[in-house]
């Protein structure tokens, strides 16, 4: 009997799995493993919220796969070694993994190929696995990658994605020791977590599709920048640890059709976007990815202020305190926050992009860091000296006041837009704004403009 090994990484579900799906088809026994990366530690990359979040999905992904007869196999230590031990303990000719895109993602590919070489086994890397389009199947003419949004939108548009693919009906898995499944502990994530974080996992994540789908995205393209509404999908974190994959996603949205399935598949485009970019400058995870040479100011100050959502600014602070609460924050939000500190404060955009990896579920290399890239004007943005002006903002997607007296208690009490005024009010205690927005602004583009 032939064996393979399924190695999860970013792709932790059953259904539209490239990696699980060829190694099931391929060979009559499938090792589906899992590695508790020490390399993954050791970079900084772990997070409470991240972990908690992993072990909810590690455990979904063990209970579907003992609904198929097998189960999922767990290792700690080095991937490449651990990787490489399970598949000699049960005779595994391939070991199937999905393409990832950061430098880790490519070192880690070339030393685990490099290793089951010299044991005479393959390494099969499944691209389109974590995206809808292989990270370098589509490129300008000379040169690796696009790096505007709008043409690489019209040809991703026009690209087919692949077929999607059901979830093996049988699962058969060899003799092979394996650990425990991993608590958040476990993990690496015993700090402080948020208290409001989502349950993870394939079944959460299908669940929360299916509702999405059903009642929240007709009206998306309408409603999607309304902070009080809340009316965004919420899939980013099963998105980043894969519970569910993007080509589904794409597809169901295009069969379902009008405006608000349109804007939403230009969001999944925008997160293949990213991938591409990262792929082919992985360096662009903490160096500018377009210089402009700016002289950051030093204010901890100000950053801490910032962190904590005591700038002022009530809609700059109730997105903050969002961020805190449920270690997720609305799109809009993660604009306006992200333009405050490099724009309005002129902090370096590493800064802001650390704390939200450090608290974010959703976060990862590509999406956050160049996101943070495009708002500080030092990434693929095609109008670097931008500036969200935070009272403008609020007036434009939270008219009322909503968004902010859910996440701001001590403003609960003021009616309407004065809550984003709050140093106009009488009786009202609350931080004064840390910073003049109108010379701020002048400060920054002078700044640019040398």
Known sequence: MTASVALFTADLRVHDNPVLRAAADGASRVVPLFVVDSGIRAAGFVAPNRAAFLADCLADLDEELRKRGGRLVVRRGDVVAETRRVAAETDAGTVHLAAGVSG????????????????????????????????????????????????????????????????????????????????????????????????????????????????????????????????????????????????????????????????????????????????????????????????????????????????????VDAAMRQLRAEGWMHNRARLLVASFLTKSLYQDWRIGARHFLALLVDGDLANNQLNWQWVAGTGTDTRPNRVL??????????????????????????????????????GVDYPAPIVDLDAAADRFRRARHG
Do not use: K
């Open 389 to 426: 002006n935070p009272l403008t903002q609020a007036r434009r997607f939270d008219p009322r006041g909503d968004y902010v007296r859910r996440w701001v208690p001590e403003l609960a009490a003021v009616a309407g837009p004065a809550v984003h005024r709050p140093w106009r009010l009488d």
């Open 104 to 315: 880790y993602a490519a070192r880690r590919e070339r030393r685990l190929r490099a290793a089951l070489a010299e044991d005479r086994r393959e390494l099969r890397v499944h691209d389109a696995s974590l995206t809808t389009l292989p990270a370098g199947a589509l490129v300008p003419a000379g040169r690796d990658h696009y790096a505007v949004f709008t043409p690489y939108l019209r040809r991703w548009l026009a690209a087919e994605p692949r077929a999607v693919r059901g979830a093996p009906r049988v699962i058969e898995v060899p003799e092979v020791r394996s650990e425990r499944l991993p608590s958040a502990a476990d993990l690496g994530g015993g700090g402080e977590r948020s208290p409001g974080l989502p349950a993870g996992g394939e079944g959460a994540a299908r669940r929360r599709m299916r509702a999405w789908e059903r009642d929240g995205l007709d009206g998306y393209a309408d409603r999607h920048d309304d902070l009080a509404g809340d009316a965004t999908s919420r899939l980013s974190p099963y998105l980043h640890f894969g519970c569910l994959s993007p080509t589904e996603l794409r597809r169901r949205a295009e069969r379902h059709g009008g405006a608000g399935a349109e804007a939403f598949v230009r969001q999944l485009a925008w997160r293949d976007f990213h991938h591409q970019v990262l792929a082919a400058r992985p360096d662009a995870a903490w160096a500018d990815y377009r210089p402009r040479h700016d002289r950051w100011r030093r204010a901890p100050d100000a950053v801490e202020a910032w962190r904590a959502g005591r700038t002022g600014f009530p809609l």
